[in-house]
């Protein structure tokens, strides 16, 4: 979703009319909802009878940059309550917070105006900040949450001079700068370089771009961001990768279930291989050399931060370029080979250097490996060709997935093949027992570098999700299986272990902390959000809406999802107004920005995370991606459509969404269940579509669109429920 | 923090579990002292790291009775054996005793320098293999290394003679401290190990060339000892083992993170240390801990020291290595950054000329120079920080094990057994992990013995119609094997079948007779109505049993995991299934008097 959470209240544009006319001799810009629709309310809700959620305004005063004039800020909310009166103390920070009256009913829309008055000029301007009362739901706390966590972003960013597009404009990291702090701190800010790529990719996916409006003040943040992180990348010149394994026979289990041992390393004596992947044909004659340079410039690009983990801090830049869907837009800073160069070739030489930095080497069980233990081939360390672990080896995925979704790039199939390994050798396979009915238990976990079983640093939470992130590299997705009353179970069952093994964990108590709990794990959940949104069977892209188990009894209590799962971003525990076992993701992050572990509530997210390995920084901006539930900035919102019963005619239901700009055509898919499985029934060239195949009246249908960058599609939108009417019956 | 009402032990001290509200704002600190002298080679160097250090300590401990002078002294195997070959001419033994018997020093054991880093009994699992045969093959390990001789150069094993842990008590009485205990594996890699840190240095600096025939690197068993520790001796008083290591020792990733976890989550009160804690019901005690606390040198002068105390977290007690006379005193710094060091390393790889060179060592001057710093630690502590904080001290092995809670022997109320149980049961709800620490009756339980005691009470509850009053926390061991899976999550079982398992496996919890594997182990899975649980799962019936023991009662099965976050998070290396030990991790209480630790004093040796 580009743009965010809206609820069905239609807004008028009366409140346009409300805004005064004062001389514009002082530049006031608010803060919008939508860039795109200024006048699109900010929400609020009432958080009991008597207690209105507490909102940010935000708002700028650009003009007053620099300036040596005293002025004054004047808020009216307009609700009748008093202003909000003080003395200008940060051009760049003119906010506000207010709680407007818990008893106005739904739909109440207040204008705010914020005026700004130059006293020693005595001149003015001012804005409008609009809001909208909504009812205490998900959406309107998420809603609400954003507000507040893109507010922090704002108002810590360290800013210089006016000029956005030069490279001490503007960011987070702390090398140089000191961020502004809020409440005496600047939880989203960090020595390494890297957090003005995430920061501003947190801006981007909630619909602030550097192509957005001038009058959106964080339309200025994400310009000086991107010109403050291009400094911090890197350029050299392309070499070559040595792949020494065939994926084709490297990528195997035995027939029978087991798995290869040192002693039976071909699965002897228990049916032989059964290999996953055996019409590779990317190295099957190794050693294979290859040079990855897909715009043929000779070069290749990667994050020089400061922080010495090249492989995990490179795709956060490559996700910030993508998601400012502006892929012909050049850097105006950074150093040579950076400077000057389109998003698209650093977005292309990025993925060059994530294609470079493979580990081309597998030491299995033949060469006397148990299976689980480091160094089979196939992922990422910190730096090329190190070794592999699965935590950097995830965003060497994100970067590579995000590439070719969000702009259309070609993944070397010697990539995939070689991860497929990888994340086959790394996947804990080693228990058994107890030899009840309800395994396979830690089956599909993984580790740090290797299994879990035999890597255990930092939990298996982060490096699970790390596993799912790849197979959605791999096209290594859902399969069959009986105990998800499939008629048959598939042999191949790595991501159901997966899944299962993450949601069989889901709903375990945050007070666990990042090791017992993944919800308490930002870091990891970030991670498995990126599964979810990018898992694909096959390279057709299948979203996951409902986490699913194997195992039976996880999930009771809510009848309104299907048997055995729950809705990972928006599930309701009964404490937060649901039947769900748990929050899911969405509620859980609006949790912990209203109750931090760390500082007082203010919009920052810091603290959810093990043990303060580096990772806190972060927190603010993985939250605010996840909260959009989005990984690049591809939407499609405002899926909807309407039914008509066959009679003359046949059936039809004719849909209709918003547009995605980076998008060439349109995915129309159909399901017969809740939540999917979605086929698909046709393609768009435009952002309508009329079903009239197999339709029947009286029957509901699920749908949902996804926009295609060339050949891919890059992501999926909400499900649109839509039942066809029964026709009209004359009186019996 | 909730606080308990606890019952009055022996000498009227408090198990204190939170008690300690009225305290000042900082717990004690106590300065563990220890010198390492482990190097069988270069024995002259050997012999004056402890002729510098004796009558250091005598002269604070008389200038400072009431800072309470102590160090342990930790002799290897080989350098006990040299010393008592040359003690008719050296009296260095006769010395070393005289201080142990005035109570200066303790003695104590370090296995790591044993001859040799690479060749010593080692661990050979086959592919697969069962947990029960590695347990067998580390406890046979394990004993080939604290009982043999070996050749000091090659490390071959010397028949008819004693040498480790052994040969060390023979000469100077049990060991009351015990470091590098560690078993290895030989293990494979492309690589030798890579230095720390391997590849955040240069941005495309690839990895060396892998060997197409991975070589062979010896992996060490991180902090997981119970087959080891077994075999320790069975004295009145057990040695204090140390815990986990100030050094990453094998790139364990995460590792300072881990130590910073598992500090904070085994001192969950005011009157524990991050740094302390019992595992296998052996007080362990630990070189880090929490955010700060690090091995001091104090060859690094009173800075570090100083820097560490200021930056500790004081609302809990700890407990901070700091190491004396190190070998490293007398060595040119070229010599300790390179390859060859340490110098036992040298001489296993220069056995012709083993005794280090010249070149490697300091002149006279420079090591009394290094030594003159070690005293200003000294001198701070005694003269400054122990002065300004008066329930701080110097702290012996002998005055752990006194002012901390035993961890078996003690008795719990059903009603209070129950009540807990009910707490954690809700705090478990449905989550896939069990709480991490368990109370009851003023003391922490480890899993091990909270399924003993509910074994216990429900075996009686079987055999006699009723729960008994009290249940004894005996001795026991976590499980041979931890299973990775969380089991079942369907299925009810009665009370009876429960009881019936209870009564089955009871007699066995209590057999502590000598054997390989020992009898008195949690059973990694029991079968209940026909279901298999694993014991997680099981415990949790039996919480529930204990909580409910309505006859005809059915007790849903849950998924749980064996592991805790405890045990998540103390650093270990070894396969997962092997984690058995993490089911007798638990905190170490000092005990409370009038409301405060019981302190530290210096009691001679018996």
């Known amino acids: ?732 | 923090m909730k606080y308990l009402f606890i019952p009055l032990l022996a000498l009227g001290m408090l198990a204190g579990i939170g008690v300690a509200q009225n305290q000042a704002d900082k717990e004690p600190l106590y300065i563990y002292l220890y010198a390492r002298i482990t190097d069988h080679i270069n024995i002259a160097l050997a012999e004056d790291q402890v002729r510098r250090l004796l009558p250091t300590l005598e002269k604070y401990e008389r200038a400072y009775p009431q800072a309470n002078v102590s160090a342990s002294l930790l002799f290897s195997g080989a350098v006990s054996d040299a010393f008592a070959k040359g003690n008719s001419q050296t009296h260095i033994v006769d010395l070393i005793r005289s201080y142990i018997r005035r109570g200066i020093i303790e003695p104590g054991y370090d296995g790591s320098d044993e001859p040799t880093y690479e060749h010593r009994p080692s661990l050979e699992f086959a592919d697969p293999s069962t947990p029960e045969q590695r347990w067998t093959i580390r406890h046979a390990a394990a004993e080939r290394f604290l009982t043999e001789a070996r050749d000091p150069l090659s490390g071959a094993p010397v028949p008819g003679q004693s040498g480790g842990l052994k040969r060390m008590q023979e000469v100077f009485g049990d060991a009351v401290a015990i470091n590098g205990l560690t078993l290895y594996t030989p293990t494979k890699s492309p690589y030798k190990p890579l230095p720390a840190g391997y590849g955040r240095r240069d941005p495309l600096a690839k990895a060396p060339t892998p060997s197409p025939i991975p070589v062979t690197v010896m992996q060490p068993e991180v902090t997981a000892d119970s087959e080891t520790s077994e075999l320790l001796p069975h004295n009145t008083r057990r040695p204090i083992i140390f815990g986990v290591p100030d050094v990453n020792p094998y790139s364990l990733p995460g590792f300072r993170g881990l130590v910073r976890g598992f500090g904070k989550a085994i001192s969950p009160l005011p009157n524990t240390a991050p740094e302390i804690y019992w595992q296998d019901n052996i007080l362990r005690t630990s070189e880090a801990g929490g955010d700060v606390v690090r091995l001091v040198h104090a060859n690094q002068g009173v800075d570090p020291l100083k820097t560490l105390i200021d930056k500790a977290d004081r609302s809990r007690i700890h407990v901070v290595h700091v190491e004396l006379v190190s070998e490293q005193n007398y060595l040119q710094s070229d010599f300790r950054k390179g390859s060859n060091y340490p110098p036992l390393r040298y001489a296993y790889e220069h056995p012709d000329n083993p005794q280090l060179p010249t070149t490697a060592l300091l002149a006279k001057t420079d090591v009394d120079a290094v030594f003159a710093k070690e005293e200003q630690v000294l001198d701070w502590l005694t003269k400054d920080f122990f002065p300004a904080e008066t329930r701080s001290s110097f702290i012996s092995n002998r005055d752990l094990t006194r002012m901390i809670d035993p961890p078996t022997g003690f008795t719990v109320s059903m009603a209070r057994l129950r009540e807990a149980d009910s707490q954690y049961l809700n705090q478990a709800g449905d989550d896939t992990f069990l709480p991490p620490l368990f109370q009851a009756e003023g003391h922490y339980l480890s899993l091990a013995d909270l399924f003993q005691v509910s074994v216990d009470a429900l075996a009686s509850l079987k055999a006699n119609g009723k729960m008994p009053e009290f249940v004894k926390v005996i001795k026991m061991f976590g499980p041979v094997e931890l299973y990775g899976g969380h089991g079942p999550n369907e299925g009810d079982v009665s009370l009876e079948a429960i009881t019936k398992v209870c009564a089955e496996i009871e007699p066995t919890l209590r057999d502590s007779s000598t054997s390989v594997i020992p009898k008195n182990m949690v059973p990694s899975q029991e079968i209940v109505d026909g279901i298999h649980v694993n014991s997680a799962q099981f415990i949790r019936l039996m919480g529930r049993a204990i909580v409910d023991p309505t006859p005809g009662k059915k007790y849903p099965v849950r998924m749980t995991y064996m592991i805790t976050s405890v045990g998540q998070l103390i650093p270990k290396l070894r396969p997962g299934s092997d984690f058995g030990f993490v089911w007798t991790l638990k905190p170490a209480v000092f005990l409370l008097q009038h409301g405060r630790p019981v302190t530290a004093q210096r009691l001679s040796a018996q």
């Open chain 1, 1 to 732: 979703m580009k743009t965010r959470l809206f609820s069905s209240t239609i807004v008028g544009f009366t409140a346009l009319c409300l805004a005064h006319a004062l001389p514009a001799a002082v530049t006031v810009l608010t803060v919008p909802f939508d860039p795109n629709n200024p006048t699109t309310p900010h929400n609020t809700y009432p958080v009991s009878s008597t207690t209105e959620a507490t909102i940010i305004l935000v708002a700028t005063a650009p003009s007053a940059v620099g300036s040596s004039d005293k002025f004054t800020v004047d808020w009216s909310f307009g609700d009748g309550s008093a202003d909000a009166t003080f003395a200008l103390t940060n051009p760049y920070d003119i906010s506000t917070t207010h709680q407007y009256p818990a008893s106005a009913s739904t739909g109440k829309q207040w204008t705010a105006v914020v005026t700004v008055t130059d006293t020693t000029a005595n001149t003015s301007g001012s804005a409008n900040y609009y809001v909208i009362q909504e009812p205490n739901n998900l959406s309107s706390r998420v809603n609400v949450a954003i507000d507040w966590g893109l507010a922090y972003m704002h108002r810590t960013m360290w800013r210089n001079g006016t000029n956005p597009n030069v490279s001490i404009a503007g960011g987070w990291d702390t090398q140089n700068y000191n961020c502004t702090a809020v409440n005496g701190a600047a939880y989203d800010c960090d020595y390494y370089g890297v957090i003005d790529a995430e920061n501003v990719q947190a801006l981007e996916v909630n619909g602030h771009l550097a192509s957005g409006p001038s009058t959106d003040p964080y339309t200025d943040d994400v310009a000086r961001g991107l010109a403050r992180m291009f400094v911090f990348l890197a350029s050299e010149s392309t070499s070559t990768d040595v792949f020494n394994f065939n994926p084709a026979t490297a990528t195997y289990t035995c027939a029978d279930g087991t798995y290869p041992t040192t002693t039976a390393p071909t699965c002897a004596g228990h049916g032989g291989q059964h290999f996953y992947n055996p019409s590779a044909t990317s190295c099957t004659s190794p050693p294979c050399t290859f040079t990855f340079d897909g715009n043929s410039n000779g070069k290749m690009v990667y994050s020089n931060d400061g922080s010495g983990e090249y492989t995990y801090t490179t795709s956060p830049f490559a996700e910030a370029l993508i998601s400012s869907g502006t892929p012909n837009a050049t850097a105006p800073t950074g150093p040579a080979g950076i400077a000057g160069q389109t998003y698209m070739n650093i977005v292309q030489d990025i993925a060059d250097f994530y294609a470079y930095s493979t580990y081309g080497y597998d030491y299995d069980v033949i060469e006397g490996y148990p299976r689980g233990y480091n160094y089979a081939g196939g992922a990422w360390l910190y730096g090329p060709q190190q070794g592999d672990d699965n935590s950097t080896s995830q965003w060497a995925a994100i970067g590579l997935i995000t590439a070719n979704r969000g702009f259309g790039l070609s993944i070397p199939a010697i990539l995939t093949d070689a991860n497929n390994t990888w994340i086959t050798n790394s996947q804990t396979v080693q228990y058994s027992a107890p030899t009840g009915p309800d395994q396979p238990n830690t089956n599909g976990s993984y580790g740090y570098r290797g299994s879990y079983y035999y890597s255990q640093g930092w939990g298996p939470f982060a490096d699970t999700a790390s596993g799912m992130v790849q197979m959605a590299l791999d096209g290594v997705g859902r399969t069959t299986n009986t105990a998800f009353g499939d008629g048959s179970t598939a042999f191949d069952q790595r991501w159901n272990n997966s899944e299962t093994y993450f949601a069989d964990n889901f709903c375990n108590a945050t007070s666990g902390g990042a090791t017992a709990a993944p919800r308490n794990y930002i870091y990891g959940l970030y991670s498995f959000t990126k599964s979810m949104l990018l898992h694909n069977v096959g390279g057709v892209l299948a979203p996951i809406q409902y986490l699913r188990t194997q195992t039976k009894n996880v999930f009771t209590g809510d009848s309104g999802v299907p048997a055995n799962t729950i809705d990972w971003y928006a599930a309701l525990s009964a404490a937060n107004g649901g039947t769900d076992p748990c929050d899911g993701v969405a509620q859980t992050l609006v949790g912990y920005q209203l109750t931090p572990p760390v500082g007082s509530f203010d919009g920052h997210w810091y603290g959810n995370n093990y043990d303060s390995e580096g990772q806190d920084n972060f927190e603010t901006a993985w939250a605010l991606i996840m909260l959009q539930k989005t990984v690049i900035g591809c939407s499609v919102t405002g899926l909807t459509g309407a039914g008509a019963a066959a009679g003359a005619a046949p059936a039809r239901i004719d849909l209709s969404w918003s547009n995605e700009t980076s998008s060439t055509s349109y995915n129309v898919l159909r399901g017969t269940t809740n939540g999917g499985p979605y086929s698909l029934i046709g393609t768009s060239m435009n952002t309508s579509y009329s079903d009239t195949s197999g339709l029947t009246n009286g029957d509901t249908y699920y749908y949902v669109v996804q926009p295609v960058n060339g050949t891919v599609a890059v992501c999926q939108s909400s499900q649109a429920t839509i039942t066809v009417p029964k026709p009209a019956t004359g009186r019996h």
